[in-house]
């Protein structure tokens, strides 16, 4: 399999908001369709539901790759808090690293009707994202010694995670 940098982004109070405020929905797509992740050509973007996937499509090969990986990850996470804000809509996101799968990214003979994705990070996005009473992105343990554009704190040093300060950069350290 391959190792991948994956971000995962929850739109928080997604069954509320259909609910309540279905008249966000298309808006809340058009901001996550608008996202620079699909832009990139480094970069594939899953979209299903209320979570954006972002992963690095090009196997990175040296500490100047993942780093650079991780900050265009943050970035896209920045990029989608700014968006959202002033319509009442929060995210949570995590960045982690590790084994990712995804049928859709190259054609694909196996599956005819299906995109299929999977692997270790994703189900460590996942378990670890509900864990964290906050908004914002955060970073794992795998992750963490790539960020190098922004300041992160600890949210969690037993569990190995962070919260990733998008609004603040690290002053001269890039």
Not at 83 to 106: K, N
């Amino acid at each position: 399999m391959t190792q991948r940098f994956l971000l995962y982004i929850d739109l928080l109070g997604f069954s509320d908001i259909v609910r309540t405020r279905q008249h966000l929905m298309p808006d809340l797509f058009k901001i996550l369709d608008h996202s620079n992740a699909y832009k990139h050509h480094s970069f594939k973007a899953i979209q299903f539901s209320d979570t954006l996937l972002v992963y690095n499509e090009i196997p990175a090969t040296s500490g100047h790759d993942k780093s650079y990986y991780a900050m265009y990850l943050s970035e896209f996470a920045q990029e989608i808090q700014y968006m959202l804000l002033g319509r009442d809509v929060f995210f949570r996101g995590l960045i982690t690293y590790g084994q990712f799968i995804d049928t859709g990214a190259t054609p694909n003979e196996t599956y005819k009707n299906i995109r299929a994705f999977w692997g270790e990070s994703l189900v460590t996005a996942y378990n670890v994202e509900k864990t964290i009473q906050a908004i914002g992105l955060f970073v794992d343990g795998t992750a963490h010694p790539h960020i190098k554009i922004f300041d992160t704190h600890p949210y969690d040093e037993q569990r190995k995670i962070w919260f990733v300060d998008t609004a603040t950069m690290l002053r001269g350290k890039f």
